[in-house]
């Protein structure tokens, strides 16, 4: 019998058994941000321990920095505070940092496969939820908690508990106009919130190949979102272009050693999956969130429906819609194209077709924050913030920005906001009654022309 990609990594990344079924598992790459860092670093003072592998952690700041002006010290003192935390952590432990000024700053998913570092066959960790966004490669890539990134700073290690794995096979290729985000809406809505819980969920099919692998990235980082706390799908040759290149990729000789070992890990044929779930992506629809929770949502051709459940009836009333109600024609205050979802640059040249030659409408804040410093210069380089700011969107600075609002990016009162990020939760962008839409970008960049949720195939007349 064959097995997964996810056996034979964890099998080459185990250093052993240990108690209550778990393993100690060998940790490729780690990557930390400035939220869940500090406590760890506290903690290994306390200790008096040091970063036993300095060269296998890569930092970043991303939750918040400010997206407009990042001049030091930031206007919010917390955030300088953290800021500085971080600096000095890096500094004290030698760890590499990609600072504003190294210009390779920007949110921790979208740096670390831009820099090359994510790789497939690796284990990747990070103080993260969604993490499983490196998975994208064929990495196993999960998120853990500070204490874990303790762990993994002390002793490059994790005990964890082997996890079982789903196929979720989607045939076909996707229609025009329905995106990456589009499936994985879709897959939370069939399979719930909670349905990946114990599970890592492989993605395979035509509909996952054919995608690029920022599509496949996309895909990937919502995983969480339905309950798997990885997220993969097997390398191919589009892997491969990716990363050859990159800053931190194999050169070299090292390339073929290494390309060797990504071919191998791949899952057999024959695996033994746990579960497999079979889709087909014909029926998928440009998909729209109804409520609060990612698993509430809806082709944008539909109606929001009657509720099934306690939390429907709680999404009806704190979203304050109707069931019956088109979700189509929903006015919007705010729309937002960003996050480690949907700020890459592939994106933004996507968005960049909808909104050419068209404007914001009135009353609507339309702005867009690059997942990186990276992609910003790319995109500034292809012209394409010309475009955005001239149809009247605004062009910020990197970081997480409005997808969580741990920054100045914040929600006002009950405002609506159509955002291409990954959750929808109560209070979620900064407002304790704010009310969040989750779309592909180019959803989102439709919504923001028309001022009101509609169907983006119609911008493009896509058929
Ligand atoms: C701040 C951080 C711990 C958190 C996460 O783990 O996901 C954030 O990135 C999020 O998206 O909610
Ligand atoms: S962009 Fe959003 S989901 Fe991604 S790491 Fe930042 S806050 Fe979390």
Known sequence: MGKTLLEKVWEIHKVGSISGGRDQIFIGLHLIHEVTSPQAFAMLREMGLKVLFPERTFATCDHIIPT??????????LAEEMMQAIEKNIKEFGITFFSPESGKQGIVHIVGPELGLTQPGMTIACGDSHTATHGAFGSIAFGIGTSQVRDVLATQTLALTPLKVRKIDIKNKLKPGVYAKDIILYL???????GGIGYAYEFAGEAIESLSLEGRMTVCNMAIE?????????????????????????????WDKRLQYWESIKS???????????????DIEPMVTWGITPEQCIPVTEKIPEPKNDIDKEALEYMKFKPGQKIEGTKIDVAFIGSCTNGRIEDLREVAKYIKGNKVAKGVKAFIA?????????AEAEGLHEIFMEAGFEWRNPGCSMC???????????QISASSSNRNFK???GSPNGRTLLMSPVMVAAAAIAGEVIDARKLLNIK
Request: proline share 8%; aromatic share 8%.
């Open 188 to 194: 939370i809505n069939r399979l719930g919130v909670k």
């Open 68 to 77: 407009d002006d990042i001049s030091r010290p930031f206007a919010d003192p």
């Open 226 to 254: 339905g309950g798997a706390r990885v997220g993969y799908i097997n390398p191919d040759q589009t892997t491969y272009d990716y990363i050859k290149g990159r800053e931190y990729a194999p050169k070299g000789k090292e």
């Open 427 to 429: 209070g979620r962008q």
């Open 268 to 282: 057999d044929p024959d695996a033994n999956y746990d579960d497999v779930a079979n889709f087909d992506a014909h």
């Open 404 to 414: 969580l609002a741990m920054n100045p990016d914040k929600l006002v009162g009950d």
């Open 370 to 378: 690059p997942g990186s410093m990276g992609v910003k210069k790319q």
